[in-house]
């Protein structure tokens, strides 16, 4: 029988981010389509816009909260789909893939929910912390589910706070029925944007340390919350982390998003809770790669249809693109599967070196986009030179910079706990 000569053409179809569909759970694969058809058919339209003007995605919350996608770490029992880090990651990546801006502040967003959810539930607190946990995050995981409420997560502060290496210089003095906070948030994404800043900060009494560290909800209003400073950098624009300050803000205690103390626990128990920053990039690499075959074959919309895929220099700079695709793939995977309260130390390992590879390749893979595809492929019509421009900030994102990722791997490939080397010999 002959071929049908009306049968359309065959085309690339991106794959799906998770690898192996049919070992997805159901949760997962439905979510997955929910994110994939939001990111192709609104999101990838309008990220241009986003990163020309610098804006915040607003359209694209308004679609994810219509969608649910907004409670999504939010517990089942709290009217959310109740999904587990693994979950989040792999849906967090399908959305980076077409707007990295609308994926990575949709993180700081999320953390809210998995860091007072998922986290807290596997943490030691007496019986009145937990009622008291419950009691608040009931409120926030309503304002979230049912009124469309967005959080962030400010914590950088310019000093070696946010590296984990000293106690938060926000402080929050407890008075009657609250907190008085006082301080200052960098790079606080989604500044001006979240109805909730979810703030870390160190209560503020003698002798205080990184055991005194604080989770609070601060609502974009109160008096003596201000943004200062202008937003205009190299890429991830349409975070729009402008610079937050706290002038003696009152904050009653009904916001506290984890009991006073636990904050430092989550951080020694479950390291895997800042590795929610790196999805965003796994999507940022798989759409570089995406980009580079379809342009090759001639598909890529709003381009001549001029082929370039039987030159030999491009198969064989697609095939060490894929090599290196499907190594951070596999990286990403696992670790997304290992993440769990008190790992071993070779999956924190792991989580590192996972997350740095995440960071880097994703950077690497769209310069080998822009160096294989070539000149006409990073014109500002294209969606590859934002990629480009999102991926460079992947590895910037504290407390797992690719240099803090390389400082702990080091120290600890070497040294067990408590470990130290013997006085030199004079
Ligand atoms: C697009 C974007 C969005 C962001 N959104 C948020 C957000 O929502 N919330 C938020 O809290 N932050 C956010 N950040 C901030 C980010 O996490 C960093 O805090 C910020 O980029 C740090 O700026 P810096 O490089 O000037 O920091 P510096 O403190 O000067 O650090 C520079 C580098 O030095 C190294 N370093 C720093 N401290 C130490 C130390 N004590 N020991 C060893 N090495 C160290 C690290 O590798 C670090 O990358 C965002 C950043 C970007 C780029």
Redesign the pocket.
């Known amino acids: 029988m002959s071929a049908n000569p009306a049968a359309p053409a065959a085309r690339y179809v991106p794959p799906s981010i998770a690898g192996d569909y049919t070992e997805l759970t159901d949760k997962q694969k439905q979510l997955l389509a929910i994110a994939g058809d939001l990111g192709r058919n609104k999101f990838a339209a309008r990220a241009g816009q986003i990163d020309r003007d610098a804006v915040f995605p607003f359209e694209n919350y308004a679609d994810m909260h219509r969608a649910g996608l907004m409670g999504i770490c939010v517990p089942e029992q709290y009217g959310g789909w109740g999904a587990d880090f693994a979950t989040y990651v792999m849906v967090a990546a399908e959305i980076g893939r077409h707007c990295g801006?609308t994926a990575?502040?949709w993180n700081?967003h999320v953390c809210s929910t998995i860091w007072t959810g998922q986290v807290a539930d596997d943490l030691d607190m007496t019986p009145e912390q937990r009622a008291d946990h419950e009691k608040n995050r009931t409120v926030h995981f309503k304002r979230i589910v049912e009124e469309g409420k967005i959080y962030?997560?400010?914590?950088?502060?310019?000093?070696?706070a946010?590296?984990?290496?000293?106690p938060w210089g926000t402080l929050a003095k407890k008075v009657d029925g609250g907190y008085v906070v006082n301080g200052k948030?960098?790079?606080?994404?989604?500044a001006g944007a979240a109805d909730y800043y979810g703030i870390?900060c160190t209560v503020d009494r003698p002798g205080a340390t990184q055991h005194d560290s604080m989770y609070l909800a601060l609502q974009r209003d109160l008096p003596g919350v201000s943004m200062v400073g202008d937003w205009d950098?190299l890429?991830?624009r349409g975070?729009v982390?402008r610079t937050l300050l706290f002038k003696d803000v009152f904050v009653p205690d009904s916001e506290r998003l984890m009991p006073e103390g636990t904050y430092a626990q989550a951080v020694m128990r479950w390291p895997h809770m800042f590795a929610t920053l790196s999805p965003t990039y796994m999507g940022i690499a798989q759409a570089a790669y995406d980009f580079t075959v379809q342009y090759l074959r001639g598909e890529v919309p709003n381009t001549p249809p001029v082929k370039r895929r039987m030159y030999p220099t491009k198969q064989v700079a697609v095939a060490e693109m894929k090599v290196k695709l499907e190594q951070t793939r596999a990286l990403f995977l696992q670790n997304a599967r290992a993440a769990k309260v008190d790992p071993t130390k070779e999956v924190r390992l792991g989580m590192y070196a996972t997350h740095y590879t995440i960071m880097e390749n994703a950077n690497d893979l769209c310069r080998l986009a822009v160096r294989t595809c070539g000149g006409q492929s990073m014109l500002k019509s294209l969606p590859l030179e934002r990629m480009y421009r999102d991926s460079r900030?992947g590895?910037?994102?504290?407390?797992l910079?690719?240099?803090?990722c390389i400082?702990r791997l080091g120290r600890e490939c070497l040294y067990e706990p408590g470990e130290r080397d013997e006085e030199p010999a004079t």
Do not use: H, N, Y
Not at 395 to 399: A, E, F, K, N, W
Not at 401 to 404: F, G, I, K, R, Y
């Open positions: 801006a990575l502040t700081m962030s997560q400010p914590f950088s502060e310019g000093g070696a946010a590296a984990g290496k000293a948030k960098i790079f606080a994404s989604l870390l950098p890429g991830m975070t982390s900030c590895s910037l994102m504290l407390p910079t690719a240099e803090l400082d």
